[in-house]
């Protein structure tokens, strides 16, 4: 009804493979988006500015919690060998379920890896592809990265406290370095492949998106998928950490919004 603002911002829940998948909605643009969060991620976590201020008469914007992350527990997160695989294909279901029959990517960091995988496995369904933080293999130099940021106990104040409030400390803890070792286990193959033999069959129109002083994913992972996908294009900013769509929100949104309007 009219009687709503258009800004308002709804939460529910759809049963998609077995589990209770939590998502956010706002906007009534044609152009269906969904946001894909990162590590423990979720939508409010992780993407409050894109939820409040993209443009809602172009977009409709969806923010969902893969499973065993936000509000999507139960179950219990874990990381088998598929897990970018069966992120993929819930993100892609839960679209589907929500009556959506042709929409856009827009993922960070693992987020932006199942947005990868999503855009090759399913090309009919995905308009526009945007991933940020992404890598589509893991070295040993990540793995030492990764290794950095496993005891949450040593996470800065800001970053730590909402997903702290979210999950109690005890699961994110725990969620934290499972993750650690369920990424690491990637750089044990000879390549560390993650999805690179998939990258070229992303036909969709492509934009990567990194920052300059990205603490967690070296340049050359950005440089790799820009390289795989054909036609794809890569804007480096200068000033870009990890979260450089919270941190520098309006850039990122109207950047975005130009390349996907």
Partial sequence: PSSIPSTSVTSAKIQVNGVHLHYQQTGEGSHA?????GMLGSGQTDFGPQLKAMNKQLFTIIAWDPRGYGQSIPPSRDFPPDFFERDAKDAVDLM?????KKFSLLGWSDGGITALIAAAKYPTLIHKLVVWGANASVTQEDVRIYNGIRD??????KVKKPLEEMYGHKYFAKTCEAWVDGISRFAEKSDGNICQQLLPDIKCPTFIIHGQKEPLVPQAHAEYIHKHIKGSRLLVMPEGKHNLHLRFAEDFNREVEDFLH
């Fill in 33 to 37: 988006v969904l946001l894909l969060p």
């Fill in 96 to 100: 589907q379920a929500l009556k959506f």
């Fill in 152 to 157: 949450v106990s040593k996470w800065s104040e």
